[in-house]
């Protein structure tokens, strides 16, 4: 079975770094498209940052030049470098992941639990 298990989540104060993490394992065949989503209480579920397996990457307008995504392949891996963070980035944080497992016959869409992030003002 494929899991998504993200870490670092936390509380930071505004203007403060954190940087988040999340691991897909699993029989895993090939991962495509690896990122992150957010949440709020009452709003969907929303982009934050994306990286395809060929390393590009897209960004919401809200993180441009704040957020860096990066992947490492080998290690199915998917890692959200955030700096100067905002209180309204306060959300839960979720790791998504586009894989095709032995679990599967196709490529399907996989989420991690979900890591809360809160910035202080």
């Known amino acids: 079975q494929v899991q998504l298990v993200e870490s670092g989540g936390g509380l930071v104060q505004a203007g403060g770094p954190l940087r988040l993490s999340c691991v897909a394992s699993g029989r895993i065949f090939s991962i495509s498209a690896m990122g992150w989503y957010r949440q709020v209480p009452g709003k969907q579920r929303e982009l934050v940052a994306v990286?395809?397996?060929?390393?590009?990457?897209n960004y919401a307008d809200s993180v441009k030049g704040r957020f860096t995504v990066s992947r490492d392949n080998a290690k199915n891996r998917v890692d959200l470098q955030m700096d100067s963070l905002k209180p309204e980035d306060t959300a839960v944080y979720y790791c998504?992941?586009?894989?095709?497992?032995?679990?599967?016959?196709?490529?399907?869409?996989?989420w991690g639990q979900g890591t809360q992030v809160t910035v202080s003002s």
């Open positions: 990286v395809s397996s060929t390393g590009s990457r």
């Open positions: 998504n992941g586009e894989i095709h497992s032995a679990t599967w016959p196709s490529t399907r869409t996989y």
